[in-house]
C-alpha cells in the first residue's frame, strides 16, 4: 500500500467514527472538549496539521524551524526575538501580511520585502537584550496602549526575576526595564503582533501549518494569543539550549503544567539545540 493509500484510509475511518460519534456526544458525561475535538477534525478534513514551535527567547527556535522546513525562512541571528506569533504556510509564492498592535497591517510580496520586514521587525535593541523584552511589549504596552497603570510596572519587575537570565543587580534590571517602557510607551501601536508568512517550502511539509510561537518566560509561561494556538495544536515541539540555564531548572518543566498544554492534549517534543557549543 502507498502511503498516501494508507494516510486517505486513516482520515476517512476516522471521520466516519467521528459523524458516528456525535449524536451521542452530549449523553454520556464523557468530558471531552467539544470545541477541540471539532477544530482537530476540521484539521483532519482539510489535510492540515497545527505545529506549534516554543521555547526560550534565543533558544535557537528560528534555526530550528528553518532546518525542520528545509528552507531558510526565518532570520536566524540571535538578536532576533520578536513579540509576535509567526504563522507558516504553504503556497507556491511567498506573501507576508503582518499586523500591528493598532490593528494595522501590511502586505509584502517579494523575496527582498518580505526578509527585509522579518530583519527589522525582528531584531532587538543591543540596549535591552538583558531584558524579557517580549513579556513587557505583550504584559504591559500592548495590553494598556500606552496608558501604564501606576504599579503596573513595578509588579511585572518583581514578577519576572526568574527572567533575568544574566544576573544583573536588581537596581539595573529594573533601570532597563523602566528605561525600555518610557522609549517604547508611546510606540506601543508600532509593535507587531502577528505576522502570517506563506512560503513554497518542501513538498512533503505542505500540510502543516507551523506556529512559531514568540518565547516563553524563565517559568514557562506564555501569553495569551500562544496558549489559545497551544490549545488546538497537534503537535508541540519546545526548543531548548542545552548552554545556558541548568536543563533540571528548564522553563520546559513549568511549561507542560500549563493550563494549555493539558488542554490541548498534543503530542509535546523536547528539543536540544546549541550541542556544539558543549
Known amino acids: ?15 466516519r467514527i467521528y459523524k458516528e460519534y456525535l449524536p451521542f456526544k452530549n449523553q454520556y458525561g464523557d468530558n471531552v472538549d467539544a470545541d477541540l475535538l471539532e477544530n482537530k477534525i476540521t484539521n483532519i478534513e482539510n489535510s492540515k496539521f497545527l505545529l506549534i514551535v516554543a521555547g526560550e527567547a534565543k533558544s535557537g527556535k528560528s534555526t530550528f524551524i528553518n532546518a525542520f522546513l528545509g528552507a531558510k525562512i526565518l532570520p536566524m541571528d540571535p538578536k532576533q526575538c520578536t513579540s509576535a506569533i509567526i504563522e507558516i504556510n504553504y503556497d507556491k509564492n511567498i506573501r507576508l501580511e503582518a499586523e500591528y498592535a493598532d490593528g494595522r497591517t501590511v502586505t509584502k510580496n517579494t523575496d527582498e520585502e ?15 537584550r538583558k531584558i524579557p523584552v517580549t513579556s513587557i511589549n505583550n504584559e504591559i504596552l500592548i495590553k494598556s ?47 507587531v503582533v502577528k505576522i502570517t508568512l506563506e512560503y513554497p517550502f518542501l513538498e512533503g511539509m505542505r500540510d502543516i501549518t507551523l506556529i512559531d510561537s ?65
Open 214 to 278: 514568540p518565547g516563553v518566560n524563565a517559568a514557562g509561561m506564555v501569553g495569551e494569543i500562544t496558549n489559545r494556538y497551544i490549545g488546538k495544536a497537534d503537535a508541540v515541539f519546545f526548543v531548548k539550549a542545552l548552554t545556558g540555564q541548568a536543563l533540571e531548572s528548564s522553563s520546559f518543566r513549568e511549561f507542560l503544567k500549563s493550563n494549555a498544554i493539558r488542554r490541548s492534549n498534543a503530542a509535546v517534543l523536547l528539543v536540544l539545540t546549541r550541542i556544539t557549543e558543549l
Open 1 to 15: 500500500m502507498k502511503k498516501d493509500e494508507g494516510y486517505k484510509q486513516r482520515k476517512e475511518e476516522t471521520l
Open 114 to 128: 518580505v526578509y527585509k520586514f522579518l530583519n527589522e521587525h525582528g531584531a532587538l535593541n543591543d540596549d535591552y
Open 145 to 191: 496602549k500606552g496608558r501604564i497603570r501606576p504599579g503596573e510596572v513595578e509588579d511585572l519587575i518583581n514578577n519576572s526575576k526568574k527572567d533575568n537570565t544574566y544576573s544583573l543587580p536588581d537596581d539595573e534590571y529594573a533601570k532597563l526595564i523602566n528605561d525600555y517602557i518610557n522609549d517604547n510607551k508611546d510606540k506601543w501601536g508600532d509593535i
